[in-house]
Every structure is written in structure tokens, then in C-alpha cells.
């Protein structure tokens, strides 16, 4: 780089909040009673993240997710389940 930059530079001082454009393709939706229903054995964190920003973004809808083991840990270290984090983040959940 070589130029110096001056005083008026923070090094990482300031955070910028930014989104990526994606779409969502539930399992089943019903468009007409905003519900929807997915269905999941393995539930990693970008499909959690993914169900928050849907359940975020789509207030009107319902959403519901369909465990093959609910009670399967969300990592290996942790002690939350798939159906502990769907309580934590007001997303209904039961058992296929």
C-alpha cells in the first residue's frame, strides 16, 4: 500500500450491516393461509439462520418444522436441541 492514511481513519471502528440476496423454496406452502412446513432430519446452522430471517422477513406466515428427531443436539458441545432452538426462536416444531 505504501500511503499512510491519517488521523481521520479508525481501524475497524465501525460495523456495516449487510444482506445477501437468496430465495427460499419451503417443502410445503400453503400461499392462501400463509402456512408453511418444512420438513427436516438435519437442521445446520444455515438452515437455522435461513428460518430466522424467513420467520423475520414473512411475519404473516406460519411456519412450522417437522423433525424426524427433535431432540438431536444443534452441535456437538451444545446442550440445546433442534426443538429447544425452534422454542427459543418462536418457530413451531413437531415431531414426523
Given at each position: 500500500?505504501?500511503?499512510?492514511?491519517?488521523?481521520?481513519?479508525?481501524?475497524?471502528?465501525?460495523?456495516?450491516?449487510?444482506?445477501?440476496?437468496?430465495?427460499?423454496?419451503?417443502?410445503?406452502?400453503?400461499?392462501?393461509?400463509?402456512?408453511?412446513?418444512e420438513a427436516?432430519?438435519?437442521?445446520?446452522?444455515?438452515?437455522?439462520?435461513?428460518?430466522?430471517?424467513?420467520?423475520?422477513?414473512?411475519?404473516?406466515?406460519?411456519?412450522e418444522i417437522?423433525?424426524?428427531?427433535?431432540?438431536?443436539?444443534i452441535a456437538?458441545?451444545?446442550?440445546?436441541?433442534?426443538?429447544?432452538?425452534?422454542?427459543?426462536?418462536?418457530?413451531?416444531?413437531?415431531?414426523?
Amino acid at each position: 500500500m505504501g500511503a499512510t492514511l491519517g488521523p481521520e481513519y479508525g481501524y475497524e471502528s465501525t460495523r456495516l450491516p449487510y444482506t445477501l440476496a437468496h430465495h427460499y423454496l419451503p417443502d410445503f406452502i400453503d400461499p392462501i393461509g400463509k402456512r408453511i412446513v418444512e420438513a427436516k432430519g438435519r437442521f445446520p446452522a444455515s438452515d437455522r439462520a435461513k428460518m430466522k430471517a424467513i420467520r423475520q422477513q414473512y411475519p404473516d406466515y406460519e411456519i412450522e418444522i417437522r423433525f424426524q428427531s427433535p431432540q438431536t443436539k444443534i452441535a456437538k458441545n451444545s446442550n440445546t436441541s433442534y426443538a429447544d432452538w425452534c422454542d427459543k426462536s418462536g418457530i413451531a416444531w413437531s415431531k414426523a
